[in-house]
């Protein structure tokens, strides 16, 4: 059985590269310098944070109850690597 996961996501003025044979996404942007709901980063506060993203895991939704509820395996999207600052842009990785 084959089921389609649509998810929205926008990617505006970003070059993302798709590797379909490895399943890796390349210039995805994790962290910009401005939030929505009107938060703004320090590009010297987000080169600090790059460790905390690199090998972090990718999940899908939340976690059912509380923040630290345990995942079910079918929740996991993947693990972030090759974390790196865009002068003027944020975080992609």
């Given at each position: 059985?084959?089921?389609?996961?649509?998810?929205?996501?926008?990617?505006?003025?970003?070059?993302?590269r798709v590797d379909s044979a490895?399943?890796?996404?390349?210039?995805?942007?994790?962290?910009?310098?401005?939030?929505?709901?009107?938060?703004?980063?320090?590009?010297?506060?987000?080169?600090?944070?790059?460790?905390?993203?690199?090998?972090?895991?990718?999940?899908?939704?939340?976690?059912?109850g509380h923040p630290h509820a345990?995942?079910?395996?079918?929740?996991?999207?993947?693990?972030?690597?090759?974390?790196?600052?865009?002068?003027?842009?944020?975080?992609?990785?």
């Amino acid at each position: 059985m084959t089921e389609t996961l649509q998810e929205f996501t926008t990617s505006h003025g970003q070059t993302l590269r798709v590797d379909s044979a490895t399943g890796v996404l390349r210039g995805v942007k994790l962290l910009g310098l401005a939030s929505r709901n009107g938060r703004r980063y320090r590009e010297e506060a987000l080169a600090e944070a790059i460790g905390l993203y690199e090998g972090a895991k990718v999940n899908v939704n939340h976690p059912k109850g509380h923040p630290h509820a345990p995942r079910d395996y079918e929740e996991r999207l993947g693990v972030i690597r090759n974390v790196a600052l865009r002068g003027g842009e944020g975080l992609f990785g």
